[in-house]
């Protein structure tokens, strides 16, 4: 069974700091995608990233960089220079490929609070 | 152009009562998602459709909830007869057509935040 873990519920950080969400993954596919969402206080699940499990490259994409590690099977989220518009809760998430239904399973979530 | 909706964006119930939730995925978007989020939880995947059929429903309690999709376009969730457990974000998203050994951006609604009391 797939399971993804995200053991920090609740960050604090001043304006201007760096964080780093943290993601531990458990899966028997050899082929399966894994994600970064984005739940602001209103409510919608924002897409931030997807990653194939075969393709192991860090990725940058403004503030905003992902360490995907497949030999220790995380895939944690680093946000620079940290603003207060970055404060909502960030789900890390798995999907197989294998077998069909593009099924997604989530993280329990890291709320992160941003504060000036 | 439009993303996912869904209503009403708020309900309060009482146990026992019944209820149900809408929505409208993007317009094209032959796959439809239910989820459901309990405070403080991720999204747990209720049921999939891919255009009026149904791909996965192994977590819906199918003993009070029912869904269905009938013209292969919106979608209509029901619970009948609610439960205080109940009480969670009900999350709808829609993607294109799976195709074997990829992967379709799921783009989620706002939400339906129900309160059973």
């Known amino acids: 069974a797939q399971k993804v873990t995200q053991a920090q519920t609740e960050i604090s950080v001043v304006e201007k700091e760096d964080v780093t969400l943290d993601c531990v993954y458990e899966?028997?596919?050899?082929?399966?995608?894994l994600f970064w969402y984005k739940q602001p206080p209103s409510g919608e699940l924002v897409f931030l990233i997807r990653?194939?499990?075969?393709?192991?490259q860090n990725e940058i994409s403004g503030r905003y960089s992902w360490n995907f590690q497949k030999s220790t099977s995380s895939f944690n989220f680093t946000i620079t220079a940290s603003q207060v518009v970055d404060s909502a809760v960030y789900f890390c998430a798995l999907s197989e490929v294998e077998g069909g239904g593009n099924k997604l399973t989530f993280g329990t979530g890291t709320q992160l609070k941003v504060e000036l | 152009e439009a993303g996912v909706a869904q209503s009403p964006r708020y309900k309060i119930i009482e146990k026992r009562q019944s209820v149900a939730f809408w929505c409208n995925p993007i317009s094209g978007h032959a796959t439809l998602y239910w989820y459901q989020q309990i405070l403080g939880q991720g999204p747990k995947l209720l049921i999939q459709?891919?255009?009026?059929?149904?791909?996965?429903d192994s977590q819906l309690p199918k003993d009070r909830f029912s869904a269905e999709r009938l013209k292969g376009v919106d979608s209509t969730l029901k619970i009948q007869p609610a439960k205080l457990e109940d009480s969670a974000v009900y999350l709808c998203a829609s993607s294109l057509e799976r195709t074997s050994g990829s992967w379709d951006e799921q783009f989620f609604g706002p939400g339906t935040r129900l309160t059973v009391l």
């Open positions: 899966t028997r596919d050899t082929t399966y995608y």
């Open positions: 990653r194939n499990s075969f393709d192991e």
């Open positions: 459709f891919q255009n009026n059929g149904v791909v996965d």
